[in-house]
């Protein structure tokens, strides 16, 4: 895989955008658009999205009796609800270009995910939101972003979440677990660490991919974290 030094894919959690018991919130969108476009402004990087649908639902979520392929289904049909909430308000803030990418056709509503088609964009310098996963059941939306992130020619994968970095063990359970300011893919691997699915891990550790972990809460920081600041997370490598 040839990388661009200047292409980084962010994987935000479906989490981010709803709040106080409410799925969707419309405010929540905003900071994020608003945070996106400053780190582009900041980083002159090319930046493209993967988001999640935590929010509303996951496959996971059904109940046993329920077909698994059929529920996981319904969650990537949610993680469009995101992208176009997320879409909306990027434009609305600004970012008049930025394209919303779906791995199954919807055309009424976004362009079909077409891997050449995406790096056009990102050249272009338009922000890329894909969702849909990888549009197939059984996978999830941590296994989409690796293997988006081989198929752009992306440095480094963003991985957004609600600590920041990766410990041993659960920090908001175990007061005394202890984070790692880096570690190795066979390492997180062997560990199973569960901040990303172990076939993430494997599809990043194959394309040579690094994976950067930190706290939402940081994400103004990421034009930090593009010029090789990795101080306020975990970043997984060989």
């Given at each position: 895989?040839?990388?661009?030094?200047?292409?980084?894919?962010?994987?935000?959690?479906?989490?981010?955008?709803?709040?106080?018991?409410?799925?969707?919130?419309?405010?929540?969108?905003?900071?994020?658009?608003?945070?996106l476009i400053e780190i582009q402004r900041k980083s002159q990087a090319e930046v493209a999205i993967v988001?999640?649908?935590?929010?509303?639902?996951?496959?996971?979520?059904?109940?046993?009796?329920?077909?698994?392929?059929?529920?996981?289904?319904?969650?990537?049909?949610?993680?469009?609800?995101?992208?176009?909430?997320?879409?909306?308000?990027?434009?609305?803030?600004?970012?008049?270009?930025?394209?919303?990418?779906?791995?199954?056709?919807?055309?009424?509503?976004?362009?079909?995910?077409?891997?050449?088609?995406?790096?056009?964009?990102?050249?272009?310098?338009?922000?890329?939101?894909?969702?849909?996963?990888?549009?197939?059941?059984?996978?999830?939306?941590?296994?989409?972003?690796?293997?988006?992130?081989?198929?752009?020619?992306?440095?480094?994968?963003?991985?957004?979440?609600?600590?920041?970095?990766?410990?041993?063990?659960?920090?908001?359970?175990?007061?005394?677990?202890?984070?790692?300011?880096?570690?190795?893919?066979?390492?997180?691997?062997?560990?199973?660490?569960?901040?990303?699915?172990?076939?993430?891990?494997?599809?990043?550790?194959?394309?040579?991919?690094?994976?950067f972990v930190f706290d939402i809460k940081d994400l103004s920081r990421l034009p930090d974290v593009i010029?090789?600041?990795?101080?306020?997370?975990?970043?997984?490598?060989?």
């Open positions: 895989m040839t990388e661009n030094k200047d292409r980084v894919i962010l994987k935000l959690s479906g989490e981010l955008f709803g709040e106080n018991g409410n799925h969707i919130d419309f405010h929540k969108y905003n900071i994020v658009a608003r945070n988001v999640g649908a935590g929010n509303i639902f996951r496959g996971r979520q059904a109940d046993s009796s329920v077909d698994h392929t059929e529920a996981d289904s319904m969650g990537m049909v949610a993680t469009v609800i995101n992208g176009i909430g997320l879409r909306e308000a990027l434009v609305r803030n600004g970012a008049e270009d930025t394209r919303l990418m779906t791995a199954f056709n919807l055309p009424e509503i976004a362009e079909p995910y077409i891997k050449n088609k995406g790096i056009h964009h990102l050249k272009y310098g338009r922000m890329v939101i894909i969702a849909g996963g990888l549009g197939h059941p059984n996978f999830s939306t941590d296994s989409a972003v690796a293997q988006y992130a081989d198929e752009l020619q992306c440095r480094l994968v963003l991985k957004a979440s609600t600590i920041d970095g990766i410990y041993d063990k659960d920090p908001k359970k175990y007061p005394e677990a202890i984070k790692y300011s880096e570690i190795t893919y066979r390492e997180a691997l062997s560990q199973r660490l569960e901040v990303m699915d172990l076939t993430a891990f494997t599809m990043c550790m194959r394309s040579k991919i690094p994976i010029r090789g600041d990795y101080s306020f997370g975990t970043i997984v490598r060989d």
